[in-house]
C-alpha cells in the first residue's frame, strides 16, 4: 500500500512565525503535491514537484514556498504565518503517468492565532 | 483553463441509489477521476474513467461523456458509511499529473 505521511496532524502557531509541514512518501513516486483545502472552496493547489529539487506553482503561492531535496520529501513552508492561512493542508503523490491517481496523507490541521 | 461544477449537498436514504453529478470545462483532456473523502480525513481514490461510457466497482458506477463536458458518481444501496465528500477531478493539462478538483459534494445519507 501507498502511504503518505504528514508530520503533524494539528498545529497551532502564532502569526509571523516560521512554519515547516513534511510530506513523506514510501512508493517513490516522482510527483508530490502541496493543497490546502478551505469549506466552500475545495482542494487548490500551492505547489508541486515533478522531481529532486524542481518545484512548480500551483494555483495561489502567494506566502509559501517549498523545498525537494529527495524524493520521498516535500516540505512546505510558511515563510511568515498569517491568520488567513489557518486550513487543513493535504500532502499527495503520484507516478509519472497520465491516468495515474494522487495518494493523500492524512492532512495538517494548522491554526494561526 | 479547467471549471469544475458540482452540487454543494445531497442528502439521501439508507439503501436508497443517489447520483452525483460532475460538469467541467477543460481545454484538453485526459480522464476524469473521483475522490472520496470523510469528515477530517485525506482523499481517497474511488474511480478513473478516460472513455465515454460506465465503469461499474461493485455498488459505485461512474459515468463520463466527454462531448457533454460531463459525468456522475452513481452509489446504489447506500450505507451510513456513505456519508461523505466527492470530489471529481480532471487533470490541468495534456500530461495529465496535475489535478483541478470540483468544489466537492456532501452526502449525507439518513436512516
Redesign the interface.
Known sequence: DVK?TQSSRYLVKRTGEKVFLECVQDMDHE?M?W?RQDP????R?IY?S?DVKMKEKGDIPEGYSVSREKKERFSLILESASTNQTSMY?CAS?R????????????TRLLVL | GQNIDQPTEMTATEGAIVQINCTYQTSGFNGLFWYQQHAGEAPTFLSYNVLDGLEEKGRFSSFLSRSKGYSYLLLKELQMKDSASYLCAVPRDNYGQNFVFGPGTRLSVLP
Open positions: 503518505v510527483n503535491f493543497y466552500g472552496l475545495g482542494l493547489l508541486f515533478y493535504l503520484s509519472t503517468s497520465s491516468r495515474e491517481t494522487q495518494y493523500f496523507g492524512p492532512g
